[in-house]
C-alpha cells in the first residue's frame, strides 16, 4: 500500500492473502463498502473508543503478541546456526521448534552453544524423528522420548560412547518404549568400543592376514585402508569407533 500510494495510485478495497513462501501478498477478492452490505448504526449500543481500552493499547498488544515466522527464521539463523530447511520445519511445525529448542537448553553450555552439538542434535530432530513420527501418522512426535533423553544421546554421540547407527537404533527404542540413554546403550551393546590397545589388536591381525591389500596400500592405492576398517567393524559387530579404527589403521599401515 504505501509503494501504491508513493507512486500516486489508489490502494483497492480488497481482501488479499499472505503467500508465505514468496513473502508477498496477493489479490483475493475486491471489498464493496459498508452501505453495500446494508450496514447502520445500532442505536442502543454506545460508541466504543479502542484507544481508551487500557489492554487494547499498541505497548500491550505488541507485547503479547507471539513470534511471527520472519522473525523466528532470524532468531534461528542467529542463534543456532542451523540449515535453513532445518529452520523451515521448526517454522512450519511449533511442536518441533519447541522440542528442538527444549534440547539445546539441556546441551548447551551456560556461555555459549556449541554449535557442533546443536547442528547435530537438529539433523536428527528433522531426519530420524521426523521419520519415526511419521510412522505414526504424526507430523510431528517425540513418542516416549523426553528431550532430556534426546540431549544425553546427543552427548554421547559427542563422546564417541555411540555410533551413529547406534544412535539411529536408541531414537528408535527411545521413541517407542521411553528409557535412559545409557541404559539402553548398555543393555542392547550400543556402546562403542574405544579401546586402543584391543582395537590395535585387531587391526594387526587383519593387516597381518591381508598382505596382498597392505601390499596395495604400499603401492599407492590409499583407498584400500577402508577395507581394514570395514573388516575391524565386522569383528566387533560394529561396536567399534570407526574414527578410531581408522586413526590407528593408517598408523599401522605408515609404519
Not at 528433522?126 to 540431549?151: C, N, Q, R, W, Y
Request: hydrophobic share 35%; aromatic share 6%; proline share 4%.
Amino acid at each position: 500500500q504505501v509503494a501504491l500510494l508513493e507512486k500516486g495510485e489508489s490502494v483497492a478495497q480488497e481482501t488479499r492473502g499472505w503467500d508465505e513462501n514468496k513473502g508477498v501478498t496477493f489479490s483475493q477478492r475486491s471489498k464493496e463498502n459498508a452501505h453495500d452490505y446494508r450496514y447502520f448504526p445500532e442505536p442502543d449500543l454506545p460508541k466504543l473508543v479502542l484507544s481508551e481500552i487500557p489492554e487494547l493499547q499498541r505497548d500491550v498488544l505488541i507485547t503479547g503478541m507471539p513470534e511471527t515466522p520472519a522473525q523466528k527464521r532470524v532468531r534461528f539463523t542467529e542463534m543456532f546456526g542451523i540449515k535453513p530447511e532445518d529452520i523451515e520445519v521448526y517454522v512450519t511445525n511449533r511442536d518441533a521448534g519447541v522440542f528442538f529448542e527444549s534440547v539445546i537448553s539441556k546441551i548447551s553450555n551456560r556461555n555459549e552453544q556449541d554449535k557442533d552439538l546443536v547442528k547435530t542434535a537438529s539433523n536428527y530432530i528433522t531426519s530420524d524423528l521426523i521419520g519415526l513420527s511419521k510412522g505414526v501418522g504424526a507430523e510431528f512426535s517425540h513418542g516416549k522420548m523426553t528431550p532430556e533423553g534426546f540431549a544425553q544421546m546427543i552427548m554421547m554421540i559427542k563422546q564417541g560412547d555411540i555410533s551413529s547407527r547406534g544412535a539411529k537404533d536408541m531414537l528408535k527404542i527411545m521413541f517407542e518404549d521411553g528409557g535412559e540413554p545409557e541404559t539402553i546403550a548398555q543393555t542392547k551393546g550400543l556402546i562403542q568400543k574405544n579401546d586402543i590397545d584391543e582395537l590395535k589388536k585387531i587391526i594387526l591381525d587383519i593387516v597381518n592376514a591381508n598382505p596382498a591389500v597392505v601390499a596395495e596400500y604400499k603401492a599407492g592405492k590409499e583407498s584400500v585402508a577402508q577395507f581394514f576398517v570395514g573388516q575391524g567393524m565386522k569383528i566387533t559387530k560394529g561396536a567399534a569407533n570407526p574414527e578410531l579404527l581408522k586413526q590407528i589403521t593408517l598408523e599401522i599401515l605408515t609404519k
